[in-house]
Each structure stands twice: as structure tokens, then as C-alpha cells.
């Protein structure tokens, strides 16, 4: 071998290994979250993956309500997921159907890549079933015309999949089960899980299946008519393995008529801690998802101010805290009433599935899927845009500064919340070079955004939100988004719109 071929393995391996030290250090940087400010200039050549733009919806397009197959995200109430044995993602959702009487049976879809959705078919359907989609047992204790609200989880090898039969209004409800081995059917049904009746004190319906840290299912449901309660679940049939109703564990005060549901529990390991999302307020209007946690999957949960989930004494809009509401961005109308979720976490990623209603035609149910991220103390947060496909990384200083639009989820704001533009400067200043308000840049992708309340004493609000890449769906282009809490356990969002 020549000395010159030895140079170039020579310079070969030493550009690998180089290489090699940016990469870790790359991955050193995201794993130490939080820890140190970067300057503008050390992360100059960062490189950022925007997701690809999804595929156009038409909002209220009559065209598609008698056709099944093109339904894609429309017609979407209560959506439970599941990522099926075979790759896909699956979707059980209650009987709806904009302009028209929706067939019952419980609506099924599936997606390769939780953004193109195609309609799969029901999990009852047929002429064993009343009004060819409701178990007889569930029609008998009832008389509904429609499910509602499933749940499903694997179990036993088995896919299990819990649903609801009711009469809106009153607490003549039943929870049932249906197995089957694969997500697309055949089901059998199971039969009655629970069922409650004029006078109970609570409403069995809106079920969802979670397991605690040992493996230990337990059955979350009910809503109004006295709150949310756990029972454990028997892991042979799938039933409650105790007598009764189980334990309350959410609950709310009359004033607001007990308005509280769709409730849905997971456990995250990295922070030892189980969470309770919940639905508050009225489908039609001002739904919106409420989260509080706990150490133990029977409680007590708390939000994050400390008050338990069945405070009924403090102003019922100031108990959980609310990671999503109705709202709107600029040049869009938004969205309204949001809520009823489930959680996929699918590895390391996690995400809310829930639907939202048009804001200039309140009868027209979507599917919504957003990322969820996580702050450094451990609560949830959601991305201020639906799922198109991206990731959160490594950012840098220089990305954040801008204009963006700003929302605040007040706990009070009953429709949607409102944007407010503010200007983030190279200098570290909000809005302008004089003012007391200023924001910093965390490593890897955090900022705090402190807020002058008092100059005088400085006091501060601060706000610690997380960066991500996104699709601006209002303005059809890919951009920043944040999401966060303030030290007040308010939740905030952000879009970068130059």
C-alpha cells in the first residue's frame, strides 16, 4: 500500500470519526433537556425536518355524507385507538352522521400513518344485531339507537373493546364488551360489563380499559350524574372483579350540571405517575380535555396546582388543568368543543386522539390527532396543530426568533381562545427593545417566556413551553409551533408566522 493511499484511510477515518463525535454530541445535547442556554451562533448549521404537507380536507362538504368510503376524518365522535398487531392504526368511534340518522354498530378506520384515513366498516352489522348494529343485551336494558364511546385495548391475545348504550340525558346505561382476534372482525359480543339506572349514582358509560405498572387492568368510565370511577377488571373474562361501582375518583359540582366524561387513563413511566384526562363542560359547545395525575391509578389526582380532581368546593372552572379548548388562529375559523380522547403512545412518541367540531358549523365532527409533549416536571401537553408527520428535535436560538401568534387556554374561555401576536427579538426582548418582558432559549428545544407583572419587585409569569416543528394547517406551510404551562398551570401555544 502506498503511502498516499495510507493518508487518504488515514483522513477517511478520521472524517468517520468526526462525524461520528457531532452525532453524539448531537444526542448528548437533546438527553440533557433543560440544562444549559445555547448561543445563536453554536447552533447555526442545526438542521430542521419539517413534515411534508398532508392532504387537503374539505371542511362541510355535503358530497361525501352518504358515502361511507369517502368519510375519511369526517364523521368522527369519541375516537379510541389502537396499533394493531398488523401496523395499523385503528379507530372505534361512536354513531354519528352529519345531515342523516347513522347507522349503528360502531364506526371503524384505520390509517398506515395516523394522517390518511379510510373507512373500515362497523363492529356489529347485521340482522343479529337491533336495528342490524346494537346487541341485544345493550337494546333491552336501554332502547338506544346508537352506541357510543368505545374503547379498545389487547388483552389475552385477544383485542377487547368496550362500548356504551345510553339514553342522553338520564343514566339508563350500559357498558358492554366484544372480542375478537382481529381488529377488523369478527366480533363476538360478551355481554354486560356494567349497567346503571335511574338513581344510581353514576352513569356507566364512556368506558375505557388501562392497566396499571404491574400489568393489572382496570376499567375507568361514567360521566355526569356523579363523576368518574375505577373498578379493577377481572383479566380472565374482562368484568369487574368486585362488586358495585367501584372508586370515584373525578367528579363535579352541580352549578356546572356534574359535566364531566370521556374519561382516559395512562401511566408513563418516566415519571412514575398515572393520568386522568377528562372531558368537561357540553359536547356541543365548549368541550374541553382536562388532565390531572397521581401516583396511584386509583388516585387521588391532582392538576397542577395541587387541587384533587373531585374539588367541588373551589370555582369548578379552576380544577384540572386544560390542555385543550376551543380556539381559533388567524385567517382560519378554527375549531370549537374539542374533547373526548384517547392517548396512543406508539414507542416514545405519544399522542391525544380526540374530535372537534367546525367553528362555522357546530353539526360537523372531525378527527383530530396531535402530538402530546411532555414538560420537565412531568405533565402533558398538546402541539397547537394537527399530526403531520413530525418530530421533535434538536432546535436552535436563531429558529425561535420571529412573530408568532400566541394563545393563552384560559380556563375560563368557554368557545375558543383567541391569538394575540408578539414578536420574539434576536436580543431576547418580547415586542420591543424597551420593554421588561423577555425570553430565553433552553436547549433543546425549550423557551421561557417571562412575563413583567410587577417592575418594580420583578415579578415575573413565566411560561415554559416546547418547540416543534409543524404544519401551519391555517396558512398551509410548514413552521414552529410551542406548547407549554405557566408557572401558573395555564396552558399556552404558539405559531411562527414570519
Known amino acids: 500500500m502506498s503511502v498516499g493511499n495510507k493518508n487518504l484511510i488515514l483522513k477517511g477515518g478520521l472524517l468517520i470519526l468526526l462525524c461520528v463525535i457531532v452525532v453524539l454530541v448531537n444526542v448528548l445535547v437533546f438527553a440533557s433537556a433543560g440544562k444549559k442556554d445555547i448561543s445563536v451562533s453554536s447552533t447555526k448549521n442545526i438542521k430542521v425536518t419539517y413534515p411534508k404537507a398532508p392532504p387537503k380536507i374539505t371542511l362541510y362538504d355535503l358530497s361525501i355524507i352518504n358515502d361511507e368510503k369517502k368519510w375519511t376524518v369526517n364523521n368522527v365522535h369519541d375516537p379510541a385507538i389502537i396499533k394493531a398487531d398488523n401496523g395499523w392504526y385503528y379507530i372505534y368511534s361512536t354513531d354519528v352522521k352529519v345531515g342523516g340518522v347513522p347507522k349503528p354498530g360502531i364506526q371503524i378506520r384505520k390509517s398506515k400513518d395516523l394522517i390518511n384515513w379510510q373507512f373500515v366498516g362497523y363492529v356489529f352489522n347485521g340482522k343479529d344485531y337491533v336495528y342490524g348494529g346494537i346487541p341485544k343485551g345493550a337494546y333491552e336494558w336501554t332502547q338506544a339507537t ?24 338520564k343514566n339508563q346505561s350500559y357498558i358492554g364488551l366484544a372480542t375478537a382476534t382481529n381488529p377488523e372482525g369478527p366480533w363476538k359480543d360478551e355481554g354486560e360489563v356494567i349497567k346503571t339506572k335511574q338513581g344510581d349514582v353514576v352513569n356507566a358509560i364512556d368506558p375505557c380499559l388501562t392497566f396499571d405498572a404491574n400489568g393489572q387492568p382496570w376499567l375507568v368510565y361514567g360521566s355526569f350524574f356523579g363523576g368518574i370511577y375505577i373498578i379493577k377488571i377481572d383479566k380472565k373474562t374482562g368484568k369487574p372483579a368486585e362488586k358495585g361501582f367501584g372508586k370515584l375518583i373525578a367528579r363535579r359540582d352541580m352549578s356546572v350540571q356534574d359535566a364531566i366524561e370521556g374519561p382516559y387513563i ?12 377528562v372531558s368537561y363542560d357540553s359536547l356541543f359547545n365548549d368541550y374541553n380535555v382536562r388532565v390531572g395525575r397521581s401516583d396511584k391509578i386509583t388516585g387521588p389526582y391532582v392538576d397542577y ?7 367541588i368546593e373551589s370555582p369548578p372552572s379552576e380544577v384540572g388543568t386544560k390542555i385543550l379548548g376551543g380556539y381559533h388562529f388567524e385567517n382560519d375559523d378554527g375549531w370549537i368543543a374539542p374533547g373526548h380522547n384517547s392517548v396512543l403512545i406508539d414507542g416514545n412518541d405519544y399522542y391525544i386522539i380526540h374530535h372537534a367540531r367546525g367553528a362555522l358549523d357546530k353539526n360537523w ?7 402530546i409533549l411532555w414538560t420537565d416536571d412531568g405533565w402533558p401537553v398538546v402541539s397547537p396543530e394537527r ?8 432546535l436552535s436560538k436563531d429558529l425561535v ?10 380556563p375560563y374561555d368557554y368557545l375558543q381562545s383567541e391569538p ?5 427579538l434576536k436580543s431576547g426582548k418580547i415586542n420591543s427593545e424597551n420593554s421588561s418582558d423577555f425570553w430565553t432559549f433552553v436547549s433543546p428545544n425549550t423557551i421561557k417566556l417571562n412575563w413583567c407583572k410587577d417592575k418594580t419587585k420583578k ?10 416543528p409543524a404544519w401551519d394547517w391555517e396558512n398551509w406551510k410548514p413552521t414552529l409551533v410551542f406548547t407549554g404551562l405557566s408557572n401558573k398551570g395555564i396552558a399556552v401555544w404558539g405559531k411562527k408566522v414570519k
Not at 365 to 371: A, E, G, M, W
Not at 387 to 394: D, I, L, R, S
Not at 403 to 410: A, G, N, P, Q
Not at 420 to 424: C, E, G, N, Q
Open 459 to 468: 415579578v415575573y409569569e413565566v411560561e415554559t413551553v416546547k418547540v416543534i
Open 266 to 277: 395512562i401511566y408513563n413511566p418516566k415519571f412514575k405517575k398515572y393520568y386522568l384526562f
Open 305 to 311: 396546582n395541587g387541587k384533587l380532581m373531585t374539588d
Open 420 to 424: 394575540v401576536k408578539i414578536t420574539l
Open 146 to 169: 346508537n352506541l357510543w364511546a368505545p374503547d379498545i385495548k389487547k388483552m389475552n391475545g385477544k383485542y377487547y373493546l368496550y362500548y356504551a348504550a345510553s339514553q342522553f340525558g
Open 401 to 410: 426568533v420571529g412573530s408568532w401568534e400566541r394563545i393563552v387556554l384560559d
Open 387 to 394: 399530526y403531520a408527520g413530525e418530530k421533535e428535535q434538536v
Open 365 to 371: 365532527p372531525y378527527l383530530h390527532v396531535r402530538k
